[in-house]
Structure formats: C-alpha cells, structure tokens
C-alpha cells in the first residue's frame, strides 16, 4: 500500500519521533515531501507512505492516538496546457521538479507524480495556467 498523506502536529507533540516510530514499530516507508513548523510551533508534513495494509492502518492509528491529524492528500495540481506561456517562472520555483523546461524546445512539461502540492507554482504563474483541485 502506498498513499500520499497530509500530517499534522499539535505544538504539544512535534518534537516526538513519529516518523523513526513509524519506520522502526510499523515498518513503513517514508517519503518526505514537504515539512514545516509554524511559529506557533505546529508541525505540518505531506509525506508518501509505503507498506502492508495492516501496517499501514496500524501507523496512522498510531499517530492519531497521540494527537496527529492524519489524512490522505485528495488535492492535487492541474497544469492547464492551453493557457501556459512557457515562461519558465513556475520551474524555477517548484521545488520537487515537477514542472520542468524541456531543451531545445523550451515548452514547460508537468510531471504530475513528482508535485507536492506545496501550490509556489500557482502563485508564481503570470498566465495562471496552474490550479488547484480539491
């Protein structure tokens, strides 16, 4: 089983180790996307999570019993081909190299499975070819 998940940490719980627990105890994969820690000291984390079934559940109840709100990442970003202008600005920004400039024709491809829905992009776009979907 593998899923891409959105955590998050109450400031009483973000300097526990849930990722070695959930690596050591549960013997899941994990694949940092994107991390940060607020100023309030709330922790927020997409992650992909690999493993068995069972594990997996197992993880998540895991940490939802110690106050980690868990929950599968269902937005996604969409490049919308007719209205990019292949600037470039977007793949400057993007920081997993989900947009990249293709060489020699210097056209703008999106790579959907690499986005990290960390939305720099959606921001960063003058021609606003790139939208969120919930």
């Known amino acids: 089983m593998k899923e891409k998940m959105v955590l998050h940490f109450p400031a009483s719980v973000v300097e526990q180790p ?23 000291k709330e922790g927020r984390m997409v992650v992909e999570l690999s493993g068995s079934k069972e594990d997996f559940i197992n993880g998540v109840e895991f940490m939802q ?9 269902e937005q996604e970003i969409i490049w919308v081909a007719e209205r990019c202008t292949h600037c470039g600005a977007c793949t400057v920004i993007c920081p997993s190299g989900a947009l990249v400039l293709e060489r020699p024709s210097m056209e703008i491809k999106f ?3 690499k ?17 969120a979907s919930y």
């Open 115 to 131: 986005c990290i829905v960390c939305e720099h992009c959606i921001k960063t776009c003058p021609a606003r070819a790139m939208e």
């Open 18 to 40: 849930f990722m070695y627990h959930l690596v050591k105890d549960f013997n899941l994969m994990i694949n940092i996307l994107k991390a940060n820690i607020n100023p309030r």
């Open 111 to 113: 790579l959907e499975d």
């Open 65 to 73: 019993s110690r106050g980690v709100k868990a929950f599968p990442l």
